[in-house]
């Protein structure tokens, strides 16, 4: 499964921030009480086949706005965040980066940390993507991980033809499969932003507003 899609970017991606593996991600979000899973049966091969094609068809529709010529940055970003919104579990992702501090946050501080959070992803990445040059990706394999999740292995060719390893975490919620994570190199992106927060807010004085105020500048 080859596709050329401006995701060389995802080798600083989505979240971009100290380094941690899988596992980490996987052992908190497995306990959060909106991203628990709830059944008890393994992942079967059919659903590890079916993220397999969802992150080959994120990758080609991608392809659409990334490799268009004629797109502004400002349409690049629109189609970017239908893109991220569509395939992104993003408040999953964004309540996770906030680690220990979510439950200390008020309900108006979790909404408008989430409402920053995804601003600030589509803002950031869309200008990397802006970078996009026909780079190869390509799928080399899926498996499940834990009870509710699918790795789904890719590498994407740099400009050197260095092959950057990017694995997608996926799980399906809600009838819908979407990315919670993407392992770069070996390195969650989603623990790795998870760290930088954390250390905002402690500079901050374990503030919450700290972190908001972070996003805001």
């Known amino acids: 499964?080859?596709?050329?899609?401006?995701?060389?970017?995802?080798?600083?991606?989505?979240?971009?921030?100290?380094?941690?593996?899988?596992?980490?991600?996987?052992?908190?979000?497995?306990?959060?009480?909106?991203?628990?899973?709830?059944?008890?049966?393994?992942?079967?091969?059919?659903?590890?086949?079916?993220?397999?094609?969802?992150?080959?068809?994120?990758?080609?529709?991608?392809?659409?706005?990334?490799?268009?010529?004629?797109?502004?940055?400002?349409?690049?970003?629109?189609?970017?965040?239908?893109?991220?919104?569509?395939?992104?579990d993003i408040k999953t992702i964004g309540r996770f980066t906030m680690g220990r501090y979510w439950g200390s946050a008020s309900e108006e501080q979790k909404k408008e940390f989430q409402k920053l959070f995804e601003t600030m992803v589509i803002d950031v990445y869309s200008r990397r993507f802006s970078d996009y040059n026909g780079?190869?990706?390509?799928?080399?394999?899926?498996?499940?991980?834990?009870?509710?999740?699918?790795?789904?292995?890719?590498?994407?060719?740099?400009?050197?033809?260095?092959?950057?390893?990017?694995?997608w975490r996926v799980r399906k919620k809600n009838g819908s499969y979407k990315v919670i994570d993407i392992i770069v190199e070996g390195v969650s992106m989603a623990t790795t932003q998870r760290s930088e927060f954390a250390s905002i807010i402690q500079r901050g004085g374990g503030q919450v507003d700290v972190l908001i105020a972070h996003l805001k500048s």
């Open 1 to 88: 499964m080859k596709s050329k899609v401006l995701l060389s970017a995802a080798a600083t991606v989505l979240v971009a921030l100290p380094a941690a593996g899988a596992s980490a991600f996987e052992a908190m979000s497995l306990k959060s009480n909106d991203i628990t899973y709830q059944g008890h049966l393994l992942v079967s091969q059919q659903e590890v086949d079916s993220a397999k094609d969802f992150i080959d068809s994120m990758a080609k529709q991608g392809i659409d706005f990334l490799a268009n010529p004629d797109l502004t940055l400002e349409q690049r970003k629109r189609e970017f965040k239908k893109l991220l919104q569509s395939s992104f």
């Open 135 to 167: 780079q190869e990706f390509e799928i080399k394999s899926a498996r499940p991980e834990g009870r509710a999740d699918v790795i789904v292995q890719s590498y994407i060719v740099d400009d050197n033809d260095q092959k950057i390893s990017v694995d």
